[in-house]
C-alpha cells in the first residue's frame, strides 16, 4: 500500500497521543540535573504511584494508537436492501432547537419511504411543542409526535418512542443537534456489513464554537471521542454509543425497555448515562458496538463553567454507575471473541480513581515543592498536551487545535474536583442540566 503524505500524516496524528504521552514521561523523569543512572531513575520513577500510571497509561496509549491506525469505517454492501429506520428525538425545554434537529432528519438523503421521525415532548414548559407542530405540519408523511404531560425524564422519553419505533434500526439524536445529510445511511451501514453488530456511535462534533470553552470543547470531543472510539472499534466493544447519536437494532433492546427505564443503583433510580446503560445492555448480549466516524452530528455544547462542570459530573457519575454493571459480566463468556482488551479499558480507566486517592494524599507534600519539580511538572503537562491536541489537525487544518493546550492547563486547575465529587454523590439521580 503506497504511503502517501496525507496517510502518513493521518498516522502521526493517530500517534500523537503516544507521542506526548512518551516525551511528558522521559521529560519528567529525567530533566533534572542529578548523577544517577538512567535505571536508577527509571526504578525510582516506577515505583511511585504516579510514575506507574504514566507508565501504563503511556503503554495503553500505545497500544490505542496502534488500533487508531487499524480503524475503518464501514462500508454497506453493494445492492444491499435498507432498512426501515426510526429516529427518535426526545425533547425537554428545547425551543426552537428542536426545530432544527428534525429538520436536519427530514432533510437527509435516506429514502422517505423508509423512514419515520419519532419525537417526544417530555412535558416541556416553553414553546417546545409549538415547534414540534410546526414541523410535524411540514412534514406530515415523516414525522410523529408524542407529548408528555409531564416531566418524566429521558429515559422514558426515548422508551416510549422506541415502543412506537417501525423501524429495524433506531437511531437517537438528541434535540440540541443537527446531522449531516448522509448521516442516517452512515448510521444503517455497520448493521449491514454485519449481522453480529447491535449498537453504533456516532461521531459528535460542536455545533456552537462561540466561547473559550466551547472551543476548547471542540478539540477534546476529536481526542477523547474519535480517537477512544476508534480504537474501541477495532475489538468491537465501544464502551457508551452516546446519546447525541446512536443507533441500535431494535431487537435487540426493545425486551429490556423496563430494565432500563427502573435501572436503580444503591436503592436509588438512575436518570443519568441512559446510553452507556443501553450500551451495556447491547454488549452484554453478546453483540458488537462499533463507532461510524463518516456519521456525524453537531451538538450544543456547555458555554461556560457551570454549564461545564454540571455536564462531566453527570458524565462521571454515569461512568461509575456503569462501570459496576459492566463489571458484573465483562468476566463472563458474554462474547466470542475479543473479551480481553475491553477488560484492560476498564481497569487502565479507572486508575483515574488511584490518581485522585494517591494526589489527596500527596496535597500536603505540594507545599513543600521545588520550583524546578514543578516547572519540569508544567513543561511535562505542555508536551503531553500539545502533541495530544495535535490530532486535532486529522480532522481540521488551523490553529484551533491550540485550545486543546489550553483545555488541558484548565482541565488541571479547574476540573480534578469533578471525579471525587461524583464518587461522594454517585446516588444524586438528579439530571443536572435543568
Not at 488500533?67 to 435498507?82: S, T
Not at 456552537?208 to 472499534?233: C, H, W
Request: hydrophobic share 50%; net charge positive.
Amino acid at each position: 500500500m503506497k504511503l502517501t503524505f496525507r496517510r502518513f500524516g493521518g498516522m502521526l496524528a493517530g500517534a500523537a497521543p503516544l507521542f506526548g504521552a512518551v516525551i511528558s514521561l522521559v521529560w519528567l523523569g529525567w530533566s533534572n540535573q542529578s548523577t544517577e543512572s538512567a535505571s536508577t531513575k527509571a526504578l525510582a520513577m516506577a515505583s511511585h504511584p504516579f510514575g506507574a500510571i504514566a507508565i501504563i497509561q503511556a503503554i495503553y496509549t500505545a497500544l490505542l494508537s496502534l488500533l487508531w491506525m487499524r480503524y475503518r469505517p464501514f462500508k454497506a454492501p453493494d445492492g444491499a436492501e435498507l432498512p426501515k429506520v426510526t429516529v427518535v428525538i426526545p425533547a425537554f425545554n428545547e425551543g426552537p432547537m428542536v426545530g432544527r434537529s428534525i429538520r436536519s432528519v427530514a432533510a437527509c438523503s435516506y429514502p422517505k419511504d423508509k423512514l419515520e421521525v419519532i419525537v417526544v415532548d417530555d412535558g416541556s414548559r416553553d414553546d417546545t411543542f409549538f415547534h414540534m407542530q410546526h414541523l410535524r405540519r411540514e412534514f406530515p408523511d415523516l414525522v410523529r409526535l408524542v407529548r408528555f404531560v409531564g416531566n418524566r425524564g429521558k429515559r422514558s422519553a426515548l422508551v416510549a418512542g422506541f415502543k412506537a419505533a417501525a423501524g429495524s434500526i433506531i437511531i437517537t439524536i438528541d434535540s440540541d443537534s443537527e446531522i449531516n445529510p448522509d448521516t442516517v445511511h452512515e448510521m444503517v451501514a455497520p448493521f449491514l456489513a454485519d449481522p453480529k453488530i447491535g449498537g453504533v456511535a456516532g461521531r459528535v462534533a460542536v455545533l456552537n464554537k462561540d466561547t473559550p470553552i466551547s472551543r476548547m470543547l471542540e478539540v477534546q470531543f476529536a481526542l477523547a471521542f474519535d480517537y477512544g472510539r476508534a480504537a474501541q472499534s477495532v475489538y468491537r466493544a465501544v464502551a457508551c454509543c452516546p446519546g447525541a447519536l446512536s443507533a441500535f437494532r431494535k431487537d435487540a433492546i426493545i425486551p429490556f425497555m423496563d430494565e432500563w427505564e427502573n435501572q436503580r443503583f444503591l436503592g436509588r433510580p438512575v436518570n443519568h448515562g441512559e446510553d452507556q446503560a443501553l450500551t451495556n445492555i447491547v454488549l452484554r448480549q453478546g453483540f458488537d458496538t462499533v463507532y461510524q466516524r463518516t456519521a456525524i452530528v453537531h451538538t450544543l455544547v456547555p458555554t461556560n463553567y457551570s454549564q461545564l462542570s454540571r455536564m462531566f459530573l453527570r458524565w462521571d457519575r454515569s461512568y461509575i454507575v456503569e462501570g459496576f454493571s459492566f463489571a458484573r459480566f465483562m468476566f463472563t463468556r458474554y462474547r466470542q471473541n475479543n473479551r480481553l482488551l475491553p477488560i484492560v479499558t476498564f481497569f487502565v480507566s479507572n486508575l483515574r480513581f488511584v490518581l485522585v486517592a494517591v494526589a489527596l494524599m500527596e496535597l500536603p507534600r505540594l507545599f513543600d515543592t521545588s520550583v524546578n519539580t514543578v516547572y519540569r511538572s508544567v513543561v511535562a503537562l505542555a508536551l503531553g498536551a500539545i502533541f495530544s491536541a495535535a490530532y486535532y489537525l486529522r480532522f481540521e487544518r488551523g490553529f484551533r487545535w491550540m485550545y486543546g493546550v489550553l483545555y488541558a492547563a484548565f482541565s488541571v486547575v479547574a476540573l480534578q474536583w469533578i471525579l471525587p465529587w461524583a464518587l461522594v454523590t454517585v446516588r444524586d439521580e438528579r439530571w443536572g442540566t435543568r
